[in-house]
């Protein structure tokens, strides 16, 4: 993404972080082709000031006769430093004659013309040089006292050279003029560059010739330069267009990031001083960078934390530093920092230490410093903007989130993967809700694990199902009853609200395109049994979605503010799941009331505190995250957590059509000396007066298979094991 640097492309109408187009670019297409055709259209006007004879000859005869007066002028100067270096050197007349007769046999003078700061590139003419020499110098803190086009003298004597006077008559010092005598040291300090500065007025007249004639035979070297760079970026731009197709982003984010990139490498004064990729992890930042990387024209220096975080103090300010110095010697240039919030923590937070500070504090100043020295971008990446010093997150200026795909960006993803892995398969119209909610690292990890299901065989869709399937299954939590609707012992209208509930969370974004509203939470309440977190488990299962069901000792820590902290650290794996289930189950012993004497204490006031700024946080949230909650004593819930669930289902014990389903799944692998079904019925008819929950039913089996267990062994062996009906001892219970 090489940009000509031409005037009419930078606009000063541009201002911070506003970029005004005076074209709206539809697509990304429109842009590449607007793109080209600009390159095009430089290389044209370029190729007309590129070509001019007359200059080329002025300049070869101002280089082969035009610089006889530098040897008058280095005379003129070297002769009057008679009485300056005697004022100098108190009692050294005779030390002054003999630096002056040095001076007058060694010193010469040559023209250096600046054509370009950054570099620091120079023409050089010498008084015994015929033609000019290229050279260039490393970047300097004073490259900007540079005159562009205009002739600087720079004496020399012998092979060093010794200051450089600029148009202007300052002069700045490179190196002294010293020599030693009898075991004494002499030096001319200042005598010797301002005495060449006084002289220079006689001969601007030559000064100024050199300088008209150098005018024509820039122009004509800039526009050959520019026609080279411009050729190099039409050949580039088919890789960049190629190289922009494989980050997978909406097309307004990539526009917005590669217009204000252009900005950056024209040095426009609305180019971007920072920009900071947010968004959860596997989501492509550092992807964004490295194609930035590879089709900018930029130096790119990719850190991290064990890069800048050194173990003594003080060596990570010297290191970032080193960082700087480099960025600055090589601009345009860009500093890409990784997971930068290990490396711009806050400061004085619980997780800083002083060598983190030390990082922070070295890295604003040098950042600060842009604004007089333009040309460097520092770009982080991060899935923990919170954490970030305040201070680091104002000089970005500049912020980009970065969120999971949408489903078309996921589309591609999976069709480049599976490309990227040598796997030709055809994708079926509704492969969307497979992947919804994966970023772009889990469907690489996808196509590589659908791969391998079907190795050395050519992989089927079958396998790519297996293996989405497993890796919903590796993020999520597990509770006690996995299981189907069909294993699901509720009434038939909550069990529709259920079936309902899961179709529009497992196809969320298609129903969301339609202007449907998608649940965002429901709350399940009723006498405890299990049932409710079988049903959570159900549901993950038939959404296919991530489960996160955290209990009260993952969210309760022993140290006030930590019990916050891990609360949002769950919502913050949510998300990154998302769309996923979040299961809360028993929250009258998580977040109890807290206007019940006794049932309060910090730790948990700070968990219901965080949980309802997270649960306000997640409600209109594009990525979508379904909380779920279950409760005996709903009575008991905080009113606050209690207001974050705006539907409630009550689940109650279960009737006799459910009693015969828990009995015949229950019954179902174990060996018994009845038919399944008859006998199922017959417990659910025996236990019609007993209020049992699903907890129940399963502890009724448990004790029968005991007695089973018992007899089997009084009559000798497991030869001899079988649950028979009188093993549950109901009969005595109905009467």
Not at 167 to 189: D, H, I, R
Not at 615 to 634: D, K, M, R, T, Y
Not at 684 to 694: F, I, W, Y
Request: glycine share 6%; with cysteine.
């Amino acid at each position: 993404m090489e940009t000509v640097l031409e005037p009419d492309y930078a606009d000063p109408s541009y201002n911070g972080d506003v970029v005004a187009e005076s074209n709206e670019l539809a697509t990304l297409d429109q842009y590449w082709r607007e793109r080209r055709t600009r390159y095009e259209e430089s290389l044209e006007r370029h190729r007309e000031h590129a070509e001019d004879p007359a200059a080329e000859r002025e300049w070869l005869r101002l280089c082969s006769d035009g610089t006889g007066f530098l040897k008058k002028y280095t005379k003129k100067a070297v002769g009057s430093l008679g009485s300056p270096l005697r004022q100098l050197w108190t009692n050294g007349a005779g030390i002054a004659r003999e630096a002056q007769s040095i001076i007058e046999r060694e010193a010469s003078t040559e023209i250096w013309i600046p054509f370009s700061l950054t570099p620091l590139k120079f023409v050089c003419l010498g008084p015994r040089s015929p033609v000019a020499e290229m050279r260039q110098l490393p970047h300097s803190d004073r490259s900007e006292s540079f005159a562009l086009g205009k002739p600087h003298m720079m004496i020399r004597c012998g092979d060093t050279y010794l200051f450089m006077v600029l148009p202007t008559g300052v002069y700045a010092t490179l190196n002294a003029f010293a020599f030693t005598k009898e075991g004494v040291s002499w030096n001319t300090q200042e005598v010797l560059p301002k005495m060449f500065a006084e002289a220079l007025p006689e001969f601007r007249p030559y000064l100024e010739t050199a300088e008209r004639l150098f005018a024509p035979i820039r122009a004509s070297w800039e526009a050959k330069e520019q026609i080279a760079r411009g050729t190099r970026q039409l050949d580039r731009l088919a890789s960049s267009v190629e190289a922009w197709r494989g980050v997978q982003i909406p097309d307004a984010q990539k526009l917005d990031i590669l217009r204000r990139m252009e900005l950056f490498e024209t040095n426009d004064p609305a180019s971007p001083h920072g920009l900071l990729l947010s968004g959860p992890t596997g989501t492509g930042k550092s992807l964004i960078a490295r194609t930035i990387a590879e089709t900018t024209s930029c130096d790119f220096q990719k850190l991290s934390l064990a890069d800048l975080k050194k173990e003594n103090l003080g060596a990570s300010g010297r290191r970032v530093r080193e960082v700087w110095d480099h960025a600055r010697s090589h601009r345009p240039s860009i500093i890409f920092i990784d997971e930068c919030d290990s490396v711009f923590g806050r400061r004085g937070a619980a997780e800083s230490d002083v060598v983190a500070t030390d990082v922070v504090n070295a890295f604003l100043p040098e950042w600060d410093g842009i604004e007089q020295t333009p040309g460097i971008m520092v770009i982080g990446a991060t899935n923990r903007r919170d954490t970030l010093d305040d201070a680091i997150i104002s000089r970005f200026g500049w912020e980009a989130e970065i969120s999971n795909p949408g489903n078309p960006e996921r589309r591609k993803i999976l069709e480049q993967e599976l490309k990227e892995n040598g796997v030709l398969l055809p994708l079926p119209d509704d492969v969307g809700p497979l992947i919804q909610g994966m970023s772009g690292r889990d469907i690489r990890n996808l196509a590589a694990s659908t791969k391998s299901l079907s190795h050395p065989d050519a992989p089927t869709i079958e396998h790519l199902y297996e293996a989405a399937k497993t890796a919903r299954k590796r993020g999520s939590a597990r509770v006690s009853h996995p299981g189907t609707w069909q294993t699901l012992a509720i009434d038939a209208p909550s069990l529709e609200r259920l079936q309902l509930i899961c179709e529009l969370l497992r196809n969320a974004e298609r129903w969301s395109s339609q202007k449907v509203g998608i649940p965002r939470n429901l709350l399940l309440t009723g006498p405890d049994g299990g049932l409710k977190s079988q049903l959570a488990q159900v549901l993950a299962n038939e959404t296919g979605l991530t489960l996160h069901a955290p209990t009260l000792s993952d969210l309760k820590a022993r140290v006030l503010g930590e019990s916050g902290n891990r609360v949002k650290l769950l919502f913050e794996r949510a998300r990154s799941t998302a769309p996923a289930i979040l299961f809360l189950d028993r929250l009258e012993n998580v977040t109890p009331n807290r206007g019940i004497a006794g049932a309060m204490d910090p730790l948990t006031n700070e968990i219901i505190g965080q949980l309802v700024q997270e649960c306000e946080s997640i409600q209109n949230a594009e990525s979508h995250i379904f909380l779920l909650g279950s409760a005996s004593n709903p009575e008991q819930i905080d009113p606050a957590v209690l207001d974050c669930f705006h539907e409630e289902m009550a689940i109650g014990l279960p009737g006799r059509e459910a009693r015969i389903k828990l009995f015949t799944q229950s019954l179902a692998d174990k060996k018994i000396s009845f038919p399944l079904n008859d006998g199922a019925l017959l417990l659910a008819q025996l236990t019609e007066r007993q209020p049992l929950a699903s907890r129940d039913v399963e502890n009724l089996v448990h004790a029968a298979e005991q007695r089973a267990l018992l007899r089997a062994v009084r009559n000798g062996g497991p030869e001899h094991y079988s649950i028979i009906l009188e093993d549950f001892e109901l009969s005595s219970r109905r009467s």
